[in-house]
């Protein structure tokens, strides 16, 4: 049971989001502990840079693993872009390298608002 009412309204939005919804909100996710991360660097604080550094990695390899086969090209290319950016935030992190990590936050910001406007395109088809 869940008690602190944040956490009751994260998991009825859960609950009632489309899969393209839930898809952003994985996005959403991984940027916020990327940049959580890399404020913990600034700071010097390395182990929890590290801990937010691989909960994005979790996120990111979550959304390579439920790529659907018969996406074709676009699921290829995704793989590729996923891969890169598990890729730079392993080394980055690793290397306490900022230039590494913002690397990858680049790319999955870039297919964050990419997927979002599509989501905001089917929405208004739908209106």
């Known amino acids: 049971m869940l008690n602190n009412p944040y956490q009751q309204y994260r998991q009825t939005q859960i609950q009632t989001a489309s899969p393209g919804e839930l898809v952003l909100m994985l996005y959403n996710g991984a940027i916020k502990n990327i940049n959580n991360g890399l404020e913990h660097l600034d700071k010097g604080e390395k182990q929890e840079f590290r801990q937010k550094i691989d909960k994005a990695l979790d996120i990111v390899t979550e959304l ?6 018969e996406g074709g090209e676009i699921t290829k290319n995704l793989s590729s872009l996923y891969d890169f950016v598990i890729h730079r935030l392993i080394t980055g992190s690793a290397k306490y390298d900022q230039r590494e990590i913002k690397e990858g936050l680049s790319i999955i910001t870039g297919l964050r608002d990419t ?3 599509m989501l905001d395109q089917s929405k208004k088809k739908l209106d």
Do not use: A, D, F, R
Request: overall charge positive; charged content about 35%; cysteine-free.
């Open 115 to 117: 997927w979002k406007e």
């Open 64 to 69: 390579m693993v439920n790529l659907k086969p």
